[in-house]
């Protein structure tokens, strides 16, 4: 841990020293490899499988970026990290985007030096205890022991949460996930907090899931998104759109099944999407087959959220404030025209 | 001890040729000279550079971050702290979890390792190979694989709360530390304190007469009895008189925990424990060299004289051990407070888990605070070797 923070660290400051104006997408494509930094594995958003492969919602938003730019989804490297190294990790240029469940804040939107793209999961944070404590709400946790992962706005919310609602409460903190849900599991907190979806994936880890529940309340705004390094707005804008894509994907009904017919429609809007009409994807540095590119490789945002997180994944979390706009949820991407 | 022959002070134009290197004339010099100018504009370059594009690319630098509101909580505080402090009280709550690891571990770690190495020289066969067994085991394990044991293996596996082992009806271990009646001082507190301050001043004053008389009339008094009896009697009559200077608040159980009391969390107890057992392995092969490079000699005079072994080791043999034991000693102090930082692994709010972790993760300011974390860590080191130095220097003049 301490290791590979020291070494983000001196990265930084040596490509702090070094680095002129980025053109990030020139460098890539020279190097023939997008790198994408991720988590050290949290089922649904981004963990290895036991051959290697990554897969997770964050994963897919990397997978979608290759295929825009390479047309080729395997040519990606990725970085995982844990929290508090995530950030040194994107300024110093070890990754192109940091795609790993972060949670999107003024502070961190201005001064780490990178922007949020866009949200990806609307979450927010709660809490997981064992069923033998019969606790049914997060309010009768008075004097209970919190275990949490350090680097993250959970240590914060906790804090203000408790401080709120005049409870008192011990917070150990861990520097991994892993490290925290054993102490958790050992029995040396009662609770285990992180984001909701989190808890989910986590719950699956423990020997046995049935024994644990989530608490129904949940304490704050936890808007993930990927982000990227200030300072190239051709770069930015391409995250950004990638991602928009694909929730315009969802709402035009273009499936990863449909997606070859779809690109043969006469109507407008989806021959601007294709690129049968106009560049718009030539405008942002791409090609003009750039969604079609997306939705092939990852389907499209509904798609990736079920096959990851949703019905058809071990989690099986609801849609929930992730669907679309027009179904009841708050996903909204402007439109590609 | 032998007195060394002393070479001729030399002159300082040798002395500066021997400082750089050895280097003849002004030739030499100026080759240094450029050197350093140039390693000083390389280093300016560095800072100079990082600072422009820091700037460019708008990530916040600077130290002002250091007096915004932390937020967050931490488990073990020995001064008050809340989460409406500024990081600074965070820098300060870290930096002195690690110094009171750091301070009990080399405690620990020097009473074991003195006594394991006074085991493995023991001519008792059992003591010397069970001593030389700990030796081997604990300095040939990971120490980080050490503390993970003593945390998940040993006291994880401790009950909770609710079914804690209990002492005595006040003292509780479980899964959440150990916790014993807090001690909170009440009216007869001062005089028991004056009575212990005057105890100890006169435990001094005893011993000074006793050298005395032994160095002007070589007259050997025993002293202890009057010692115990101003350390401990003095005290003890002053609260028979003033009542009991403190009353203990035993600690209950309520809720999920116990409330009241003292507690020490087992991340604490975990460190501690590894810590100091697995200095300790080191510090015995390093007190047993240094008793060992005494020349036998020495003990056979001691015993010639009439003194008794443990006086003999006690007077002669450990004072002349000390010199060649002080310094790697000094090493073995310095590795036991770096090594505290793997307290992050078991989620001890050591320095470096509070502010070079999620100090660092919330603010994003990772060269300011891992500059911070590193000059606080080297200012650590430096002052400790600075006392053992100074330890060390006291010990070879009294030597002579």
Same mark, same amino acid.
């Given at each position: 841990?301490?290791? &590979?923070?020291?070494?983000?660290?001196?990265?930084?400051?040596?490509?702090?020293?070094?680095?002129?104006?980025?053109? !990030?997408?020139?460098?890539?494509?020279?190097?023939?490899?997008?790198?994408?930094?991720?988590?050290?594995?949290?089922?649904?958003?981004?963990?290895?499988?036991?051959?290697?492969?990554?897969?997770?919602?964050?994963?897919?938003?990397?997978?979608? %970026?290759?295929?825009?730019?390479?047309?080729?989804?395997?040519?990606?490297?990725?970085?995982?990290?844990?929290?508090?190294?995530?950030?040194?990790?994107?300024?110093?240029?070890?990754?192109?985007?940091?795609?790993?469940?972060? !949670?999107?804040?003024?502070?961190?939107?201005?001064?780490?030096?990178?922007?949020?793209?866009?949200?990806?999961?609307?979450?927010?944070?709660?809490?997981?205890?064992?069923?033998?404590?019969?606790?049914?709400?997060?309010?009768?946790?008075?004097?209970?022991?919190?275990?949490?992962?350090?680097? !993250?706005?959970?240590?914060?919310?906790?804090?203000?949460?408790?401080?709120?609602?005049?409870?008192?409460?011990?917070?150990?903190?861990?520097?991994?996930?892993?490290?925290? %849900?054993?102490?958790?599991?050992?029995?040396?907190?009662? &609770?285990?907090?992180?984001?909701?979806?989190?808890?989910?994936?986590?719950?699956?880890?423990?020997?046995?899931?049935?024994?644990?529940?989530?608490?129904?309340?949940?304490?704050?705004?936890?808007?993930?998104?990927?982000?990227?390094?200030?300072?190239?707005?051709?770069?930015?804008?391409?995250?950004?759109? &990638?991602?928009?894509?694909?929730?315009?994907?969802?709402?035009?009904?273009?499936?990863?099944?449909?997606?070859?017919?779809?690109?043969?429609?006469?109507?407008?809007?989806?021959?601007?999407?294709?690129?049968?009409?106009?560049?718009?994807?030539?405008?942002?540095?791409?090609?003009?087959?750039?969604?079609?590119?997306? &939705?092939?490789?990852?389907?499209?945002?509904?798609?990736?959220?079920?096959?990851?997180?949703?019905?058809?994944?071990?989690?099986?979390?609801?849609?929930?404030?992730?669907?679309?706009?027009?179904?009841?949820?708050?996903?909204?991407?402007?439109?590609?025209? | @001890?032998?007195?060394?022959?002393?070479? =001729?002070?030399?002159?300082?134009?040798?002395?500066?040729?021997?400082?750089?290197?050895?280097?003849?004339?002004?030739?030499?010099?100026?080759?240094?000279?450029?050197?350093?100018?140039?390693?000083?504009?390389?280093?300016?370059?560095?800072?100079?550079?990082?600072?422009?594009?820091?700037?460019?690319?708008?990530?916040?630098?600077?130290?002002?971050?250091?007096?915004?509101?932390?937020? *967050?909580?931490?488990?073990?505080?020995?001064?008050?702290?809340?989460?409406?402090?500024?990081?600074?009280?965070?820098?300060?709550?870290?930096?002195?979890?690690?110094?009171?690891? /750091?301070?009990?571990?080399?405690?620990?770690?020097?009473?074991?390792?003195?006594?394991?190495?006074?085991?493995?020289? /023991?001519?008792?066969?059992?003591?010397?190979?069970?001593?030389?067994?700990?030796?081997?085991?604990?300095?040939?394990?990971?120490?980080?694989?050490?503390?993970?044991?003593?945390?998940?293996?040993?006291?994880?596996?401790?009950?909770? =709360? $609710?079914?804690?082992?209990?002492?005595?009806?006040?003292?509780?271990?479980?899964?959440?530390?150990?916790?014993?009646?807090?001690?909170?001082?009440?009216?007869?507190?001062?005089? *028991?304190?004056?009575?212990?301050?005057?105890?100890?001043?006169?435990?001094?004053?005893? $011993?000074?007469?006793? #050298?005395?008389?032994?160095?002007?009339?070589? #007259?050997? +008094?025993?002293?202890? =009895?009057?010692?115990?009896?101003?350390?401990?009697?003095?005290?003890?009559?002053?609260?028979?008189?003033?009542?009991?200077?403190?009353?203990?608040?035993?600690?209950?159980?309520?809720?999920?925990?116990?409330?009241?009391?003292?507690?020490?969390?087992?991340?604490?107890?975990?460190?501690?424990?590894?810590?100091?057992?697995?200095?300790?392995?080191?510090?015995?092969?390093?007190?047993?060299?240094?008793?060992? /490079?005494?020349?036998?000699?020495?003990?056979?005079?001691?015993?010639?004289?009439?003194?008794?072994?443990?006086?003999?080791?006690?007077?002669?043999?450990?004072?002349?051990?000390? #010199?060649?034991?002080?310094?790697?000693?000094?090493?073995?102090?310095?590795?036991?407070?770096?090594?505290?930082?793997?307290?992050?692994?078991?989620?001890? =709010?050591?320095?470096?888990?509070?502010?070079?972790?999620?100090?660092?993760?919330?603010?994003?300011?990772? +060269?300011?605070? +891992?500059? +911070?974390? @590193?000059?606080?860590?080297?200012?650590? /080191?430096?002052?400790?070797?600075?006392?053992?130095?100074?330890?060390?220097?006291?010990?070879? $003049?009294?030597?002579?």
């Amino acid at each position: 841990m301490k290791r &590979v923070s020291l070494a983000f660290t001196l990265a930084l400051a040596a490509g702090l020293s070094t680095q002129a104006t980025a053109q !990030t997408l020139k460098t890539i494509k020279d190097r023939g490899m997008l790198s994408c930094g991720v988590s050290q594995g949290l089922p649904g958003f981004s963990s290895p499988d036991d051959k290697g492969n990554w897969t997770g919602l964050d994963v897919d938003i990397c997978r979608a %970026v290759a295929a825009a730019v390479f047309n080729d989804p395997t040519k990606i490297k990725f970085v995982p990290l844990s929290a508090k190294d995530r950030f040194t990790a994107l300024q110093s240029g070890e990754i192109d985007v940091l795609s790993r469940n972060t !949670t999107w804040t003024l502070s961190r939107d201005t001064s780490l030096g990178a922007n949020f793209t866009g949200v990806t999961y609307y979450d927010g944070q709660g809490f997981l205890v064992k069923k033998s404590l019969k606790v049914n709400s997060a309010l009768e946790l008075n004097s209970a022991s919190v275990c949490v992962q350090t680097g !993250t706005t959970t240590e914060q919310n906790l804090a203000d949460y408790f401080k709120g609602n005049n409870m008192k409460y011990e917070v150990i903190a861990f520097g991994t996930a892993d490290e925290a %849900v054993k102490a958790y599991e050992s029995g040396r907190c009662d &609770v285990f907090t992180t984001d909701v979806s989190g808890l989910y994936a986590e719950r699956l880890k423990l020997s046995n899931p049935a024994d644990h529940a989530v608490l129904p309340e949940v304490i704050s705004k936890e808007p993930l998104g990927p982000m990227v390094r200030h300072g190239d707005d051709q770069w930015f804008d391409i995250v950004k759109w &990638v991602l928009f894509a694909m929730i315009d994907a969802e709402e035009l009904g273009v499936t990863q099944k449909n997606v070859d017919d779809m690109a043969k429609s006469d109507k407008p809007e989806l021959k601007r999407a294709f690129g049968t009409d106009g560049n718009l994807g030539e405008q942002l540095g791409l090609t003009k087959d750039w969604v079609s590119r997306i &939705v092939k490789t990852v389907g499209n945002y509904g798609e990736s959220f079920d096959r990851n997180v949703g019905s058809g994944s071990k989690l099986g979390i609801a849609r929930g404030l992730n669907q679309l706009w027009n179904k009841g949820g708050i996903q909204y991407a402007p439109p590609i025209r | @001890m032998s007195i060394e022959p002393r070479a =001729p002070p030399p002159q300082f134009a040798a002395r500066l040729r021997h400082a750089l290197g050895g280097r003849a004339g002004w030739r030499g010099l100026f080759v240094q000279i450029l050197f350093v100018a140039a390693l000083a504009w390389i280093g300016y370059e560095i800072a100079a550079n990082a600072r422009a594009n820091l700037e460019t690319q708008r990530i916040t630098s600077g130290f002002e971050f250091l007096k915004n509101t932390a937020g *967050f909580d931490v488990s073990q505080n020995l001064i008050p702290y809340s989460g409406s402090d500024p990081y600074t009280r965070v820098l300060l709550v870290g930096l002195l979890n690690t110094l009171v690891v /750091s301070i009990i571990g080399i405690f620990f770690a020097t009473v074991i390792g003195f006594l394991v190495a006074l085991g493995r020289l /023991s001519p008792n066969w059992l003591l010397s190979r069970i001593s030389g067994g700990y030796v081997e085991l604990l300095r040939n394990l990971p120490v980080l694989f050490q503390i993970l044991f003593w945390y998940l293996a040993v006291l994880a596996a401790l009950q909770n =709360p $609710r079914q804690s082992v209990a002492l005595f009806g006040s003292f509780f271990l479980s899964n959440r530390g150990f916790v014993i009646p807090k001690p909170i001082g009440t009216a007869g507190f001062e005089p *028991f304190a004056v009575a212990v301050l005057v105890g100890i001043v006169a435990s001094l004053l005893w $011993r000074r007469y006793a #050298r005395r008389q032994l160095f002007e009339s070589g #007259r050997m +008094i025993r002293i202890w =009895p009057y010692v115990v009896g101003s350390l401990i009697g003095l005290p003890l009559v002053t609260s028979l008189v003033f009542g009991a200077p403190v009353t203990f608040e035993i600690p209950e159980l309520k809720g999920f925990n116990f409330s009241g009391g003292s507690r020490l969390i087992p991340e604490f107890v975990a460190l501690t424990l590894a810590l100091s057992t697995y200095t300790a392995a080191f510090i015995a092969e390093i007190v047993r060299a240094g008793i060992l /490079s005494v020349h036998r000699g020495q003990m056979e005079a001691g015993a010639s004289l009439g003194l008794s072994r443990g006086s003999t080791l006690r007077l002669i043999v450990v004072p002349q051990a000390l #010199r060649v034991i002080l310094p790697p000693l000094t090493n073995q102090y310095l590795n036991l407070t770096k090594n505290s930082s793997l307290a992050v692994g078991i989620g001890y =709010p050591d320095l470096f888990s509070v502010f070079a972790g999620t100090t660092l993760s919330q603010t994003g300011q990772a +060269i300011e605070i +891992i500059g +911070i974390t @590193m000059g606080v860590y080297l200012l650590i /080191s430096l002052v400790t070797s600075a006392i053992m130095s100074f330890y060390s220097w006291r010990i070879s $003049r009294s030597l002579g």
